[in-house]
């Protein structure tokens, strides 16, 4: 069994964003970029399904700039078998990404893909459940869980107030949330190894895919700034600050 993971290179986690003066986006420069953390969920599911002997070959895409290699090499260490860099130095959109991945999986034929159930960048949650509608195949978004069931997979979903089970029909997509699994860090000898691993390079452009916008980011802003709190002495000046200022009584 094949297995496809794209991976997305993102502002590191940990960073503290700043928005450009200019509020048409976050500044990058000189910020740590890292694989977006629910990615590497799933390149460690992959690699697990690797490990219990039903996945024969993992194979990373990446699409973005020539650093994106970088993040391939991260999940090539943590256990992929090779990785695909789809170079583009533009912002595609979901739908774009979505379209791209979807000619890589016309070339590639795998059984499964499994994305980060979102970009921490965009926060969109949406390439892959485009890349299902494109495909015409199932979706199991918000994976919790995830067993192979001879040509089915069974998947549990993370919905609102409780869990989900769906059985699958492969081939399929998944979406990882964060209690799927806790991903490696990659050992030394492994990250050696990941050295030696291929990675094919592509243009855009060879896949033919209309990325063009769809829409236009207006302003970004950073949130309002916490005010600091304030210290009462009684419980008759809490209720008078409620009525009067907070006018929340
Ligand atoms: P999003 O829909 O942007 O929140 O991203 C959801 C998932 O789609 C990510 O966790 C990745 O698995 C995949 N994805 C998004 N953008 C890219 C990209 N540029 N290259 C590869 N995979 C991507």
């Known amino acids: ?6 991976v997305k290179r993102v502002v590191d ?4 964003i700043r928005v450009k003066p200019d509020q048409t986006g976050v500044d990058l420069a000189n910020v740590k970029m890292s694989m977006n953390p629910f990615c590497e969920i799933a390149v460690e599911e992959a690699v697990r399904l690797q490990e219990a002997g039903t996945a024969t070959e993992i194979i990373v895409v990446s699409v973005g700039p020539t650093q994106a290699q970088e993040t391939i090499r991260t999940a090539l260490a943590m256990g992929a078998d090779r990785g695909i860099l789809v170079k583009t130095d533009d912002d595609l959109e979901p739908l774009g990404i979505a379209k791209v991945l979807k000619a890589v999986v016309e070339a590639e034929s795998p059984d499964l893909v499994i994305l980060g159930k979102q970009a921490i960048d965009g926060d969109n949650n949406q390439t892959g459940q485009m890349l299902s509608a494109l ?6 978004t918000f994976a ?6 001879g040509d089915k997979v069974n998947v549990t ?4 107030g409780g869990l989900q089970s769906v059985k699958l029909s492969m081939p399929a997509i998944i979406t990882t ?4 699994n806790e991903p490696r860090y990659a ?5 050696m190894k990941a050295k030696k691993k291929p990675i094919d390079e592509k243009e855009l452009a060879e896949y033919g895919v209309d990325a063009a916008p769809r829409l236009e980011i207006v302003k970004v802003a950073e949130p309002a700034e916490r005010e600091a709190g304030v210290k009462v002495e009684t419980v008759g000046e809490l209720v008078d600050k409620l009525k009067n200022e907070a006018g929340v009584l």
């Open 177 to 180: 949330d964060l209690r799927l």
């Open 1 to 6: 069994m094949k297995i496809l993971v794209p």
């Open 144 to 149: 919790s869980e995830l067993g192979l069931d």
């Open 13 to 16: 986690y940990n960073v503290k």
């Open 187 to 191: 050992s030394l000898p492994n990250i």
């Open 135 to 140: 495909l015409g195949w199932s979706q199991g």
């Open 157 to 160: 979903r993370e919905i609102d």
